[in-house]
């Protein structure tokens, strides 16, 4: 891994969070007629699909042997498959501002994980303010309110639960993909794509036989749209971002893409954008900046001041 991202690491964040910030409006669509359990299974099947072409048509040497296969299956259930449940799940009992605010701890979450078991990405003063920073940026971003709007019981308490666990699982998908032996971010991407589509039609097909019976064409374009773009593409942006810069780096794309959903809808639907876009966006940029200065937390050497 690179000591410090590159020009190229840093266009594909960019591009990273373009296509996962194209997710949330085709995900509001489809669920509105298909269960969230069929909105994952299709979106990663499509995924699984739409690669398997890649590598046919690039005569790529598709993985082999068991204990890989293992790892594909366990990345695209703990990275895909769960988290795409359980965040569309749980957006249904809170508000999408509150799902936004739990949202933000991923990055959080991944840079305590990779403290403990990513030697080469330890936990630094600067990283830390450099994160803390960033999640103030966004909490402003989305707007301080938003954290009053946490729910103690009921469905809604559950919802939340379930968002924190999705958080959870894609941060330690973000450091399983670290020590997996890699196989190319197209073969590894479609691999697990394919197994974590086939956990999820079973699934799916068990948690709910009915919930396509009101599915309308355009939800299913949208299906056809998540499993493209935030789902087949960011994979493979992914695993070729987190080999390259690590995981901590990559992380930071969780603070972006609701600024860059705000500008999007200011684009194209002609939303107005507060000045608390603007500030956020200063913090979060403050905060990746802060979070490149290498200087660890280490204790002095015995016999220094």
């Not at 194209?22 to 489809?30: D, G, L, Q, V």
Request: aromatic share 10%; with cysteine; proline share 5%.
């Amino acid at each position: 891994m690179n000591s410090s991202p590159t020009a190229r690491d840093w266009l594909t964040l960019a591009a990273l969070v373009v296509t996962w910030g194209s997710s949330f409006a085709m995900t509001k669509i489809a669920v509105a007629s298909i269960d969230p359990a069929w909105v994952m299974a299709l979106r990663l099947s499509v995924a699984g699909i739409f690669l398997s072409l890649i590598v046919l048509m690039t005569k790529r040497q598709w993985p082999r042997g068991r204990e890989l296969w293992g790892w594909f299956a366990g990345l695209g259930l703990i990275g895909h498959a769960a988290p795409f449940f359980l965040i569309s799940w749980g957006t249904q009992f809170i508000s999408s501002g509150l799902s936004g605010v739990l949202m933000g701890s991923i990055p959080l979450f991944v840079i305590l994980l990779a403290h403990f078991f990513l030697p080469d990405e330890k936990l630094t003063r600067m990283k830390a303010v450099g994160f803390i920073t960033g999640f103030i940026g966004l909490m402003i971003v989305l707007g301080p309110e938003k954290l009053l709007r946490f729910e103690g019981q009921g469905m809604a308490l559950i919802g939340e639960i379930a968002i924190i666990i999705a958080c959870i699982c894609y941060a330690v998908h973000s450091l399983l993909a670290r020590r997996i032996p890699f196989q190319g971010p197209v073969e590894q991407a479609t691999a697990v794509c394919l197994t974590g589509g086939a956990m999820g039609l079973v699934f799916a097909g068990l948690y709910a036989p009915q919930g396509l019976d009101q599915a309308t064409p355009v939800a299913y374009l949208c299906v056809v749209g998540l499993g493209i773009v935030p789902t087949a593409i960011a994979t493979l942006l992914v695993y070729a971002i987190v080999r390259s810069a690590g995981v901590s780096f990559i992380a930071y794309s969780n603070y972006l893409v609701p600024v860059y959903a705000l500008g999007l809808g200011a684009v194209i639907l002609g939303e107005t954008l507060t000045m608390n876009v603007g500030i956020g966006l200063v913090l979060i940029l403050a905060g990746i900046a802060a979070s490149r200065v290498r200087k660890p937390i280490i204790p002095a050497k015995a016999g220094t001041p």
